[in-house]
């Protein structure tokens, strides 16, 4: 049985992200243990607020460098996704800086913000998070915030303009809609991820 751990940021979603994997039949912690973190089969790095929220978070629990040196996969969901990236223009706070790329606020294109609600996701072919996921399968996305597309970019979305669905360099992937709350295809991504990343 894998391990698998979900980083605790201090943000509300941790308890839904942990039922999505026990539905999968999975065994997922929440913890802020740096030796719990740094000996688990797979990381989740979830989130929800805002980044400098989440930045100081981690930074008081003193997980910073431990994410950053993690070789282990990691999976960043909604605005774990966003942390991945080098800097957030939602207060204008340094993240993480796990890949290039910046998160900043979704033109508005004439549609309300937050993107609220399910999407379509296009993906590159053959990766293997989406093993299984029929392309164009609709995700459940709630964010005001997102990353433009960029060389780590694996998936988009269309609400108006392009922007990164799933991005990806080396062991840290990064998801934009949560897969807890996208059915079918929600769930077999987090299959895929534990299975096959």
């Known amino acids: ?79 774990g996704m966003q942390l991945m990236t080098g800097y957030s223009e939602e207060g204008n ?22 993107h609220m609600g399910w999407n379509k996701v296009h993906y590159a072919a053959d990766h293997p998070l989406f093993a ?12 005001s915030y997102g990353v433009l597309p960029n060389p780590h970019t694996i998936a988009t979305c269309d609400y108006g303009v392009l922007f990164s669905a799933v991005i990806q360099h080396r062991n840290f992937y990064g998801v934009q809609f949560h897969p807890e709350r996208s059915g079918k295809a929600g769930e077999k991504l987090l299959r895929n991820f534990v299975e096959n990343c």
Not at 11 to 27: E, W
Not at 51 to 79: F, H
Not at 97 to 109: D, F, I, Q, W
Not at 132 to 143: L, T
């Open 132 to 143: 299984g996921i029929e392309q164009d399968s609709y995700f459940y996305f709630v964010h």
């Open 93 to 114: 706070v340094e993240l993480l800086k796990l890949m290039s790329g910046k998160t900043e606020k979704l033109p508005a294109c004439d549609l309300p913000l937050p």
């Open 1 to 79: 049985m894998k391990k698998i751990i979900i980083i605790n940021t201090s943000c509300a979603n941790l308890s839904s992200v942990k039922f999505a994997f026990d539905r999968l039949g999975y065994r997922a912690e929440i913890t802020d243990n740096i030796e719990q973190i740094q000996s688990a089969d797979k990381l989740i790095l979830p989130g929800v607020g805002t980044a400098n929220a989440a930045m100081k978070n981690l930074s008081e629990l003193g997980l910073i460098d431990t994410i950053r040196n993690l070789k282990q996969p990691v999976l960043g969901i909604c605005l």
